[in-house]
């Protein structure tokens, strides 16, 4: 694995900011979805609401199911823009960790905390369709 990246240290700089900043945007939604899924948990263990027989909205069941897989998928967000914040500060960051390639500046400006370089990203996709 490499130590030291193409890109520059204002360019490091650059990128490690816009991950602070989206990580604290996940951080306050996440926030948000804890507490609305708490209620939603909360009223489910009630029992209060009948909501099995209401034909107009969604059940507190699937309510849960949704919030809980929107709060799984905004944790993974959180965890991915960890782990590039650790790669920014070991030195890796920019480069493929599949390929050890550079990652090219315009894929990490739309996915800043992308570990693969576009290649990759698309290899792995395919396989998963497949």
């Keep these: 694995m490499p130590t ?3 890109l520059t240290p204002a360019d490091l700089r ?3 900011k816009l991950l602070r900043h989206q990580r604290r945007d996940l951080d306050i939604t996440l926030g948000r979805i804890g507490t609305t899924l708490d209620g939603v ?4 263990n009630t029992g ?3 909501d099995e027989h209401d034909p107009e909205g969604p059940t507190l069941t699937m309510e849960w199911s949704r919030i809980s897989g929107v709060h ?6 959180s965890a991915a823009i960890d782990q ?7 030195g890796s960051y920019g480069f493929c960790t599949r390929r ?4 090219g500046r315009e894929r990490l400006e739309a996915r800043p905390s992308a570990e693969l370089c576009i290649d990759c990203a698309r290899e792995l996709e395919a396989h998963r369709r497949a």
């Design 72 to 77: 799984s998928d905004l944790a993974a967000q």
């Design 100 to 103: 050890g390639e550079p990652i």
């Design 84 to 90: 590039a914040l650790a790669r920014i500060a070991d």
């Design 4 to 6: 030291r990246t193409k």
């Design 41 to 44: 948990i909360k009223a489910r």
């Design 14 to 16: 650059h990128f490690e």
């Design 48 to 50: 209060t609401a009948d």
